[in-house]
């Protein structure tokens, strides 16, 4: 209940997604900086991939989702849910890693970038278990861009299960 609680505690429980039945916590990290449910992280840290990582069942697929909800500002979030990363068809390798090179990028990564001045932006990593009869990257309304791409009617119409999460502030002053 500790993610559900941070979440809802900064509005990502509604703003992003549902409640959901925790099976870990998503791992974050950007080299030495790690996304720790709320921490807030230099822009300048988030420039370059950062490695996901859980304790899950490596039988499965997982689909791994980066969005920023606050776009271009959380008291005005006309692009939200901006989309900064979506890879389906994931892996876990040896402990705990998500293989990203294995999975299919269906946007790739883009580092937070929020605008001068328009305070902290929530970033949101969602990871979801695939059924095994669904591959997402094969659902026919693939985004096309990264203005208000919706995480829930993804995950919905993909049959996607959440299973873990984190986040992290950033901000350009």
Do not use: C
């Amino acid at each position: 209940m500790a993610v559900n609680n941070a979440l809802r505690r900064d509005g990502i429980i509604p703003d992003v997604v549902d409640t959901f039945q925790e099976s870990a916590l998503l791992n974050i990290s950007y080299g030495a900086t790690k996304a720790i449910l709320g921490n807030t992280i230099a822009v300048s840290a988030t420039q370059i991939t950062p490695i996901a990582t859980i304790g899950l069942t490596p039988m499965a697929k997982y689909t791994l989702i980066m969005v920023d909800p606050d776009a271009p500002s959380r008291l005005n979030p006309t692009y939200g849910q901006w989309l900064h990363w979506l890879v389906v068809n994931l892996t876990i390798e040896s402990f705990g890693t998500l293989s990203v090179p294995k999975g299919t990028t269906l946007m790739p990564y883009m580092s937070p970038g929020p605008p001068n001045g328009t305070g902290k932006h929530r970033y949101v990593f969602l990871l979801y278990e695939q059924p095994s009869d669904v591959n997402p990257s094969k659902i026919q309304n693939k985004p096309k861009q990264r203005q208000n791409f919706k995480a829930r009617d993804f995950a919905n119409q993909a049959r996607l299960k959440l299973v873990a999460a984190n986040y992290f502030f950033a901000e350009n002053k």
